[in-house]
């Protein structure tokens, strides 16, 4: 199958470079993983799931696609000493720009890691370019880049290092005292895009028939601003979460719960789901199946759910704080059933004997459970379960996103129930009692056979 994505950049000059994008799905069993001025540039989906887009590194240039995301910053490819990587590699002899910082980097993400050393070169996307970028070149790497899969559609689409998009001040080297400049800031800092933004769109993931996108979303954008993980400190595309509720669609609130302190909400593509506190993510798993529905996956601690959850018409709401307006929230609307995601990727869960999970998951591989905080706030992170349903805009220079609900080429595509809106702080009636015993019991734990889940998006450092 064959998406069509997008990463945009304005120019200067006001050009545009467009092209396709590829989002692919595989019919056989494999793992679900993390994944301008008006440039366009490639956005390919490995297997369904992992988003990647083409840059080359050095002069000549050397080519690779790697993963975008926005929940790490580094840019890193691996080199020809990583013996054990499988596909190309960079050969900084090969270049006539590179040059050798002799600084050493070593990232761990929520699941898999990276080493190797820093050098700079020039980086190309999609025609614009900027020289002297640092960068990594990978030695090792573990549950990051993976053989070519021989059953996949689009078998030479598979990530080969990763393109973060975060601030300087979530990279390696400024942990490590010695802080730069990210490829996307570096755009923006040296004068190659006229506005200080890009725009990412991935598409939800049932709707069909993508040959083009050409939306205007300049009258649907909403911002939320972004949150510091420090005072006055930027690192993560992180918003300022309120409340999270669900629900029926004549607005009756079957759950809810206000968030105090308001928690940070991560917006990482580079994640496969979305990640929040345990019992919140149980309340939400219960409004589509009961207690003894649910099962947690004891090796990769996701909820595995009966697909016949597709089924609802109920709503997930995350409400987000404002700068424009203190007595209003900005209200991101998402169609239940779009968080019921089959197990097979590629498949739909109406399709007869497909087994399913939930598209958020609990902090289970932190201290007692609980989630990351930064700068007091209880972190959430927000995957591509919830943003491929997004139009997204990231503003560098004014630190805050832009959400829209996507647009459809055709009308009848147009996804229903999405949303993102203004409303009132606090407006929810309290939610009904309910009569089973789901809310006081967790789920049961099962060792279940299922696709691997790769988070490996974002960094906490």
Same mark, same amino acid.
């Given at each position: 199958?064959?998406?069509?994505?997008?990463?945009?950049?304005?120019?200067?000059?006001?050009?545009?470079?467009?092209?396709?994008?590829?989002?692919?799905?595989?019919?056989?069993?494999?793992?679900?993983?993390?994944?301008?001025?008006?440039?366009?540039? +490639?956005?390919?989906?490995?297997?369904?799931?992992?988003?990647?887009? $083409? *840059?080359?590194? #050095?002069?000549?240039? /050397? %080519?690779?696609?790697?993963?975008?995301?926005?929940?790490?910053?580094?840019?890193?490819?691996?080199?020809?000493?990583?013996?054990?990587?499988?596909?190309?590699?960079?050969?900084?002899?090969?270049?006539?720009?590179?040059?050798?910082?002799?600084?050493?980097?070593?990232?761990?993400?929520?699941?898999?890691?990276?080493?190797?050393?820093?050098?700079?070169?020039?980086?190309?996307?999609?025609?614009?370019?900027?020289?002297?970028?640092?960068?990594?070149?990978?030695?090792?790497?573990?549950?990051?880049?993976?053989?070519?899969?021989?059953?996949?559609?689009?078998?030479?689409?598979?990530?080969?290092?990763?393109?973060?998009?975060?601030?300087?001040?979530?990279?390696?080297?400024?942990?490590?005292?010695?802080?730069?400049?990210?490829?996307?800031?570096? +755009?923006?800092?040296?004068?190659?895009?006229?506005?200080?933004?890009? $725009? *990412?769109?991935? #598409?939800?993931?049932? /709707? %069909?028939?993508?040959?083009?996108?050409?939306?205007?979303?300049?009258?649907?954008?909403?911002?939320?601003?972004?949150?510091?993980?420090?005072?006055?400190?930027?690192?993560?595309?992180?918003?300022?979460?309120?409340?999270?509720?669900?629900?029926?669609?004549?607005?009756?609130?079957?759950?809810?719960?206000?968030?105090?302190?308001?928690?940070?909400?991560?917006?990482?593509?580079?994640?496969?789901?979305?990640?929040?506190?345990?019992?919140?993510?149980?309340?939400?798993?219960?409004?589509?199946?009961?207690?003894?529905?649910?099962?947690?996956?004891?090796?990769?601690?996701?909820?595995?759910?009966?697909?016949?959850?597709?089924?609802?018409?109920?709503?997930?709401?995350?409400?987000?704080?404002?700068?424009?307006?203190?007595?209003?929230?900005?209200? +991101?609307?998402?169609?239940?059933?779009?968080?019921?995601?089959?197990?097979?990727?590629?498949?739909?869960?109406?399709? /007869?004997?497909?087994?399913?999970?939930?598209?958020?998951?609990?902090?289970?591989?932190?201290?007692?459970?609980?989630?990351?905080?930064?700068?007091?706030?209880?972190?959430?992170?927000?995957?591509?379960?919830?943003?491929?349903?997004?139009?997204?805009?990231?503003?560098?220079?004014?630190?805050?996103?832009?959400?829209?609900?996507?647009?459809?080429?055709?009308?009848?595509?147009?996804?229903?129930?999405?949303?993102?809106?203004?409303?009132?702080?606090?407006?929810?009636?309290?939610?009904?009692?309910?009569?089973?015993?789901?809310?006081?019991?967790?789920?049961?734990?099962?060792?279940?056979?299922?696709?691997?889940?790769?988070?490996?998006?974002?960094?906490?450092?």
């Amino acid at each position: 199958m064959v998406w069509v994505v997008g990463v945009s950049f304005v120019t200067i000059s006001c050009s545009t470079v467009s092209i396709p994008i590829l989002k692919k799905t595989k019919p056989s069993h494999g793992q679900l993983v993390k994944r301008s001025s008006s440039y366009k540039t +490639l956005l390919y989906n490995d297997d369904g799931t992992e988003y990647l887009v $083409s *840059i080359s590194v #050095g002069t000549p240039p /050397q %080519n690779f696609l790697v993963a975008l995301d926005t929940g790490s910053s580094d840019l890193w490819v691996p080199s020809i000493d990583c013996l054990d990587c499988p596909h190309s590699r960079f050969d900084s002899t090969n270049s006539t720009t590179f040059a050798d910082i002799h600084q050493p980097f070593s990232i761990v993400y929520g699941i898999g890691h990276v080493d190797g050393i820093y050098g700079k070169d020039t980086v190309r996307i999609a025609g614009i370019q900027v020289e002297q970028q640092q960068f990594g070149l990978a030695h090792s790497s573990k549950d990051i880049i993976f053989p070519t899969n021989p059953f996949s559609v689009h078998p030479k689409l598979t990530a080969n290092g990763i393109l973060g998009l975060g601030f300087p001040g979530l990279t390696k080297a400024a942990v490590q005292g010695e802080p730069y400049n990210p490829f996307v800031f570096a +755009l923006m800092d040296q004068g190659h895009i006229q506005y200080p933004i890009f $725009s *990412i769109v991935m #598409g939800s993931i049932y /709707q %069909n028939g993508w040959s083009d996108i050409h939306p205007t979303y300049r009258d649907s954008l909403f911002y939320a601003p972004l949150a510091t993980t420090k005072p006055h400190v930027y690192t993560y595309w992180m918003v300022h979460g309120n409340e999270v509720s669900i629900t029926d669609p004549d607005g009756r609130v079957k759950t809810s719960e206000v968030l105090t302190p308001n928690h940070g909400f991560i917006i990482d593509t580079g994640t496969t789901l979305s990640y929040m506190e345990q019992h919140l993510a149980e309340a939400l798993v219960y409004q589509v199946a009961t207690r003894h529905q649910v099962l947690m996956d004891a090796a990769t601690g996701t909820y595995v759910i009966d697909c016949a959850a597709y089924e609802t018409d109920r709503l997930l709401h995350l409400d987000l704080a404002t700068a424009e307006d203190a007595d209003h929230e900005l209200r +991101l609307t998402i169609p239940l059933r779009d968080l019921v995601l089959p197990i097979q990727a590629g498949q739909h869960p109406t399709v /007869q004997g497909t087994k399913c999970m939930f598209g958020i998951a609990p902090w289970l591989t932190t201290t007692n459970n609980k989630p990351p905080v930064k700068n007091g706030k209880p972190l959430v992170l927000i995957g591509d379960s919830i943003l491929r349903s997004m139009y997204l805009v990231f503003d560098m220079q004014q630190r805050r996103i832009g959400f829209a609900p996507l647009k459809m080429q055709h009308a009848s595509d147009q996804a229903v129930n999405h949303a993102v809106t203004l409303v009132p702080r606090k407006n929810l009636v309290q939610p009904e009692q309910e009569t089973n015993d789901s809310q006081s019991h967790p789920p049961t734990m099962a060792l279940v056979v299922m696709a691997t889940i790769l988070v490996w998006g974002c960094t906490f450092y």
